[in-house]
């Protein structure tokens, strides 16, 4: 109800800002909780309460009635509720924030000012039937409905002035994208520019040739050099024909571009925060690549999905089902093993100097009250055993087991044996 | 091509309706290439240096580049030996891209002139290639002038002159069925 009658309206940012929603609203049709909100810096009532101490509007809450316009049935609305900030205690935590599609506007040589140059997220959402134009194919510019798309893949992934890596999902997804297409608008001109077709694994070989059977053209070897708009607001694309082995040009009405998968935004403080660490890539890193996939560095912190690169759903679900069974595997027996090799502090020792707290790259150091004084203290759970601490100590307080100074020096003295 | 453009093929002529004449003319399996090129490793057209050979006219036709294809006499150098045919992991059977390629080529009357007189002497002759003056060099290694084909036989020549006027020659012979 709310959600129909809100008179503030902003730019929908689910639909990559192509419609727009109201200040109250529903993220999207599948949001969980599907609950409306009020979005507080653009909700009338509370931008004139800021100005003028008086609310100016209140139409969701009590409608309007000489129209007969009735506000939240279910007297929901509350202005006063505020945002809350929850401390919960867990032992275990899995990060699965996902990814961010880049941009166009980095990409100066594929117009990116046009309207009618989009990316293929916006692209996936002007095909939704949930999307901003209620599932018609329609151009952004003048709502017509486009005769020829080109569709350019690896913009901004296998590209060493945006991402070395290949984004993994863009072969199929516009492939996809081709497939719905050609089989709602059998007449419409399709051309896909592939540096080439990465189409591995079960089934996805049969989907390319299938959707090369229903006309879609493939243009391999030829990532696409410049896009320009035309006077007659058509859009030039060139790009190279392996096959033909020639330059190609073409007269498009719509471009959609492939962008990249990125790390989401602000993942390296949030990893930072549970002393995760992110790859050269910006990705949170696993411990293995094959032994210990869904593992971070810190204990009890897994990760899973595109927040440690890019992968599809299967691969994602996969990830996640994983990640929850080590998850569980950790809290559920209700007592945890140490690592033997661990570092231990002889708190009677300890010269309270706090040397060592801000070395521990596991934040496993604390400082706490023993016979009445402040003396640091190692969480075993959360000791990784790198030994930094113990080399660091003035006082020679922290014991690393299985590396102490005795056992060093035995094995120095078995090495130079004659 | 745009103005000035040197070499650029402009995909938006690519023309749909040429592809599926293609497929309705023989050319059924074109669209699945995957231009995997294994064709274009085995094939004399392109072993003996033609540009234009059969993989590229696969790929040339699924764009439906029609007057790239009839313009260049490509598909009338393939030498129908069929190893494209068994060698394709795709079954396309790209020899069957070449014939469909012809079929539509002659429909226009886009073949290379000596196509035409090849054709012209099947139909007057009997045989495609008839050079002149072959019954001087029969007669000097003792031979009859003519050989027992349907050169000497004018009965069966005009029987089988008469067949071929009831197929599409008929429509598109640029030269009198006479
Ligand atoms: S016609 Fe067959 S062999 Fe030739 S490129 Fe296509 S799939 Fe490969
Ligand atoms: S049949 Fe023609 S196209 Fe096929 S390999 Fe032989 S010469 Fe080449």
Partial sequence: MC??????????????????????????????????????????????????????????????????????????????????????????????????????????????????????????????????????????????????????????????????????????????????????????????FFIDVRTAGKDFEEFYVYTRELGAKIIRGGRVSSVDVKPNGKLRVRGFDVDLCSPVELEADLVVLATAIEPPDGVEELGSMFTATCGREGFLREVHTKLYPVETQARGVFIAGCVQGPKDIPESIAQARAAASATAALVIPGKIKFEAIISEVDRDKCSSCGVCVPLCPYT?????????????????????????????????????HGFTTDQIMAQIEALTEA | MEEGGVN???????????????????????????????????????????????????????????????????????Q??????????????????IQAVRRAAVKVEACPANTYEGLRNLYRFGHAVFPKGFEERRKKVGLPEKPPTALSFDEFRKKYQELLRQTILEEIAPFPLD
Avoid at chain 2, 40 to 57: D, Q, S, V, Y
Avoid at chain 2, 84 to 91: A, K, L, Q, R
């Fill in chain 1, 3 to 192: 959600t129909e009658i809100c008179p503030a309206r902003v730019p929908n940012e689910y639909n990559f800002g192509l419609d727009q929603r109201r200040a109250a609203y529903i993220e999207y049709p599948q949001a969980v909780p599907k609950k409306a909100v009020i979005d507080e810096p653009n909700c009338l009532y509370f931008k004139s309460i800021k100005k003028t101490g008086k609310p100016a509007c209140e139409i969701c809450k009590k409608g309007i009635p000489p129209k007969g316009i009735q506000g939240c049935p279910a007297d929901a609305i509350k202005f006063d509720d505020k945002d809350e900030y929850m401390n919960i205690r867990v032992g275990a935590v899995i990060i699965a924030t996902g990814f961010k599609p880049m941009p166009k506007h980095y990409f100066k040589e594929y117009s990116p000012h046009s309207p009618d140059v989009i990316t293929s997220m916006e692209f996936e959402r002007i095909l939704s039937a949930t999307g901003p134009t209620g599932g018609e194919l329609k151009r952004p510019s003048d709502g017509t409905k486009p005769k020829t798309i080109a569709m350019i893949s690896c913009v901004g992934s296998r590209d060493e002035r945006y991402h070395p890596y290949c984004s993994k999902v863009c072969c199929m997804y516009m492939l996809k994208h081709a497939r719905i297409l050609k089989e709602k608008y059998p007449d419409i001109k399709l051309y896909l």
């Fill in chain 1, 364 to 400: 496993a150091i604390r400082i706490v009250e023993y016979k009445g004084k402040e003396k640091a203290y190692i969480e075993p759970a959360l000791c990784a055993g790198c030994g930094v601490c113990a080399s660091a100590c003035p006082s020679r307080a922290i014991t690393f």
């Fill in chain 2, 8 to 78: 650029v093929i402009d995909l938006t002529q690519g023309d749909e309706s040429f592809v599926k004449e293609l497929i309705a003319l023989g050319a059924d399996e074109l669209r699945e290439c995957i231009q995997c090129g294994k064709c274009g490793a085995t094939c004399p057209m392109a072993l003996a240096g033609l540009e234009f050979f059969i993989k590229r006219i696969v790929h040339a036709a699924n764009l439906g580049l029609r007057d790239i294809l009839l313009e260049d006499s490509s598909v009338w150098g393939c």
């Fill in chain 2, 80 to 97: 129908s030996c069929n190893r494209c045919v068994e060698i394709c992991p795709m079954d396309i059977k790209p020899y069957e891209v």
